[in-house]
Structures are given as C-alpha cells and as structure tokens.
C-alpha cells in the first residue's frame, strides 16, 4: 500500500507543470487525497485536497485560480494541475491520503504518504 509522487522539474515562472499521485495496493477513490509542500528552511504547508466523493475540492489561499486538483479513479491517480507557477511555489510536493480533508500540514495525523516530488520554479 502506497502513495508514489511524480511530475516535478524545472520550470519558468509562469510556467505549468502537473504532479501525479499514483496508489497502489488500494483504491484512491475510497479516500480523500491532498497536496503537501515543504521549501527548504520552511515548515511542511498543506496545499489541496479533494474529497472522497469528489465534492467541491479545497485550496490554499495563495494557490486558488492557478492550482486545479482532480482525480481519475479509473487510472487510480490523483493530478494536480499547476500553472502560472509563481518562485514561491519551489518545494517538494507530496500526496496524502486521509478519510476527508482535513488541510492538516501535520504528516502523521494522515493515513497515508508517499515520497515527495521536487518543484522548482526558476529564471
């Protein structure tokens, strides 16, 4: 059982990138699933998450209008679609999984995470 995060890289500001959380070993669609982020020298923030019945899905303030969340049960992944990419958006993104949203940026109090994926937005 796990949660695998993909998709990071290297990009302009204003740039796009879309991350993948990919699970295996369970059905994502059982479970609510967020986006984490964590810079260096920087406490972990909570991100997005989008609810076990894909109900209206959940952002962070400074992302809202630029970040999308969204799911595809029938390839088991999350994606989360980002753009207008802003060099505060730089950080390790990582997926987890928790049985509705909570916007906990605590890790242990979710069921469920994978290792991250390195975003970094850069001239």
């Known amino acids: 059982v796990q949660l695998q995060a993909s998709g990071g890289g290297l990009v302009q500001p204003g740039g796009s990138l879309r991350l993948s959380c990919a699970a295996s070993?369970?059905?994502?669609?059982?479970?609510?699933i967020g986006w984490l982020r964590q810079a260096p020298g920087k406490a972990r923030e909570w991100v997005s998450c989008i609810p076990q019945d894909d109900d209206r899905p959940y952002y962070k303030d400074s992302v809202k209008g630029r970040f999308t969340i969204s799911r595809d049960n029938a390839k088991n992944t999350v994606y989360l679609q980002m753009n207008s990419l802003k060099n505060e958006d730089t950080a390790v993104y990582l997926c987890?999984?928790?049985?509705?949203?909570?916007?906990?940026?605590?890790?242990?109090?979710?069921?469920?995470w994978g290792q991250g994926t390195q975003v970094t937005v850069s001239s």
């Open positions: 070993g369970f059905t994502l669609e059982s479970k609510a």
């Open positions: 987890v999984a928790e049985r509705r949203c909570t916007g906990s940026p605590t890790l242990e109090l979710y069921d469920l």
